[in-house]
């Protein structure tokens, strides 16, 4: 048994040798192709697919100055479009992110936040919108240029008295131009800005005037005909893509073309609607030699005289409402059967699904349907939706906001308004307000949050928008009046339950003692 045992390991032994030497030769030879990513064969639908090998910047400024343009025109003339930039600028910033100073020194930040509040209506050059209404504008910038430049003004100091003096500037990105590449004073220009030896951001080489203009005269701005203009005067924010990235793509860059296409669809059911809902009507009678005669036509040299009447012997030519029309002998009318376009429902929003993921937002948010799905399934998009602009907020605005607060910081120390201290640049920045699509629930799951230690009444707070120390302030300032008035508000904690019943020991305050019974009753 072993003996035979052994001789038909050996046979299959040999047999697989065998064939794996066939399967070598055949490789060797090339009639068997190896496994390899099927992303990169150059075969089939894939033949055309060619790939950039160009670097951040090549890939990047390629096609920017076009992209810049078709997205400032799809923004004013797509609705969706629009509809998606928006509701994008809102949920990054709404109605403006606050700073919170946070030096260790209650009384610094105190005046910090006093100044803020005195030069932020003023804050922005040549306008009134005030650096709220600046971060929302350039955040729009950001989604329809791909990026905006923000630049520090100095002002003398009895232009703004007791204020810090400077302004900012927000400046259009078609001010830097992106052919200006080559060498400047401290190292490498790259699509006109100038970097040093160590890759640090140097200058901006930016134009003396708006490349178009309307008011100028002498034709466009040249690319040679630029000022460099120290990294420390500007603030430049776009979202970075890759790795030595200068320049920013615009937000809408992926849903282009889909809404031009979305747009060209929806003209073509428009008049595909259009042409159902009107009636042609077709006569048909005598033979091809002779001349094809209307219903009623005098001119036709087949005229027998014989006409189409009404009821009551008028001729007719057109249809009304209530016509019964009596033909001539050899006369027919064909009339049409247009149909109306079906499936409209379902490419729209497959088209809808497509421009809101372009943008990263929820489909519910860029549509406003809310036909098909439940306010779970929509509450799931909107918090892969808040999340995506978590991340914007916190990696492209804030270390640009950031970068202006402590310029704000120096020139109220310059101009002698804050004393100089460790820790002056410390602060925090505001979420914005989150309208919330079940207020009950979430502020019952918020509580609950609180109640277990997980967060804070101050992150709340913050959370809805809001400066927790501005708003604990007013409270204690509501509770302090109720307290001297005598007044028992459910909005006081300390005092009454979620339930409205008072809590234990309230009674026994002085202000607040349970009547006397009668001793007659």
């Not at 204020?163 to 830097?176: N, T």
């Amino acid at each position: 048994m072993s003996e035979k045992f052994a001789d038909r390991v050996r046979a299959s032994w040999a047999v697989l040798r065998g064939r794996a030497k066939a399967i070598g030769r055949k490789q060797r030879s090339g009639s068997i192709k190896k496994r390899g990513i099927d992303a990169a064969k150059m075969t089939g639908p894939n033949r055309l697919w060619s790939g950039s090998k160009g670097d951040a910047n090549f890939d990047v400024t390629a096609g920017l100055v076009k992209s810049r343009s078709r997205s400032r025109d799809a923004y004013l003339n797509f609705p969706y479009i629009r509809q998606m930039v928006d509701r994008w600028v809102d949920g990054l910033v709404g109605n403006g992110l606050r700073p919170t100073p946070m030096s260790g020194d209650p009384k610094w930040d105190d005046r910090a936040w006093e100044l803020w509040q005195k030069w932020e209506p003023v804050a922005v050059a040549g306008s009134d919108m005030g650096f709220y209404g600046a971060e929302r504008l350039s955040m729009l910038h950001v989604a329809n240029d791909g990026e905006i430049l923000i630049r520090f003004r100095s002002r003398r100091f009895d232009d703004m008295p007791g204020l810090p003096p400077f302004k900012i500037q927000l400046v259009e990105p078609d001010l830097l131009p992106v052919e200006k590449n080559g060498t400047g004073r401290y190292g490498q220009i790259i699509c006109g800005v100038e970097l040093d030896g160590i890759g640090e951001v140097a200058a901006y080489h930016m134009l003396r005037r708006h490349p178009g203009a309307t008011y100028q005269t002498g034709g466009f701005a040249s690319s040679a005909d630029t000022a460099a203009v120290p990294a420390a005067e500007i603030v430049h924010i776009y979202d970075t893509l890759r790795a030595g990235q200068v320049r920013g793509l615009p937000l809408t860059v992926p849903a282009l073309l889909t809404a031009k296409q979305f747009h060209e669809m929806l003209d073509a059911i428009l008049t595909g609607i259009e042409s159902a809902s009107m009636l042609v009507a077709t006569v048909e009678g005598d033979s091809e030699d002779t001349v094809k005669p209307g219903i009623n036509n005098p001119d036709d040299p087949n005229y027998t005289g014989n006409v189409a009447t009404d009821a009551t012997g008028a001729v007719v030519e057109n249809l009304f409402p209530g016509l019964v029309s009596y033909l001539p002998e050899g006369k027919t009318i064909t009339f049409n059967s247009a149909q109306m376009p079906s499936g409209v429902k379902e490419i729209v929003s497959t088209y809808l699904h497509m421009i809101a993921a372009a943008g990263g937002m929820s489909y519910h948010t860029v549509s406003g349907d809310m036909s098909d799905s439940s306010l779970a399934q929509a509450r799931l998009g909107l918090n892969k939706e808040r999340a995506n602009l978590e991340h914007k907020r916190r990696f492209v605005l804030v270390p640009a906001l950031s970068k202006i607060y402590r310029r704000f910081i120096d020139e109220c120390v310059f101009a002698g308004l804050l004393e100089s201290r460790p820790g002056m640049y410390q602060h925090s920045w505001s979420d914005p307000r989150v309208p919330l699509a079940d207020e009950l629930t979430d502020l019952k799951a918020a509580i609950l949050k609180m109640q277990a230690g997980l967060v804070c009444r101050a992150d709340v707070i913050e959370s809805l928008g809001d400066d927790a120390d501005v708003v604990t302030a007013a409270i204690a300032a509501d509770n302090k009046l109720m307290d001297d008035l005598g007044i028992v508000s459910i909005g006081n904690p300390s005092r009454v339950t979620l339930s409205g019943s008072l809590q234990p020991g309230v009674l026994l305050d002085s202000t607040l003692q349970a009547p006397e019974k009668n001793s007659e009753s």
